[in-house]
Nanobody, 114 residues
Framework: VQLVESGGGLVQPGGSLRLSCTAS????????MSWHRQAPGKERELVAI????????NYADSVKGRFTISRDNAKNTVYLQMNSLKPEDTAVYYC????????WGQGTQVTVSS
C-alpha cells in the first residue's frame, strides 16, 4: 500500500493550495480518507475527513469554511482544497486511509508566510 501526497509548497497569507493524495495497493473506495497535519512542536491533528463514498465530510473547527476535502474514487485520489491560508496553517500535511487497517502517506510541507 502506498499513499503519495503532492501539492504542498510556500504560499502567502490569504492564498490557496490544493493537496492531492493518490493511493495504490488498496481498494480505495472502501477506505475512509482523512487529512492530518503536524506543526513543529505540536501533536498531529485531524484536519478533515471524508467517508468512503464521498457523501459525508467533517472538519476541524480551525479550518471550517476555508478547507474542502473531496475524493475521486475512479482516480484513487483524495484532495484538500485550502483557501484563505493563515500562517498557523503551516505544517506537514499527511493523508490517511482507514479501514480495518490504517495507512499514512509520507507528508507534504505547507508553509504560509509573507
Amino acid at each position: 500500500v502506498q499513499l503519495v501526497e503532492s501539492g504542498g509548497g510556500l504560499v502567502q497569507p490569504g492564498g490557496s493550495l490544493r493537496l492531492s493524495c493518490t493511493a495504490s495497493g488498496l481498494i480505495f473506495s472502501r477506505y475512509v480518507m482523512s487529512w492530518h497535519r503536524q506543526a513543529p512542536g505540536k501533536e498531529r491533528e485531524l484536519v478533515a475527513i471524508i467517508n468512503s463514498a464521498g457523501g459525508s465530510t467533517n472538519y476541524a473547527d480551525s479550518v471550517k469554511g476555508r478547507f474542502t476535502i473531496s475524493r475521486d474514487n475512479a482516480k484513487n485520489t483524495v484532495y484538500l482544497q485550502m483557501n484563505s491560508l493563515k500562517p498557523e496553517d503551516t505544517a506537514v500535511y499527511y493523508c490517511k486511509a482507514q479501514s480495518a487497517f490504517a495507512y499514512w502517506g509520507q507528508g507534504t510541507q505547507v508553509t504560509v508566510s509573507s
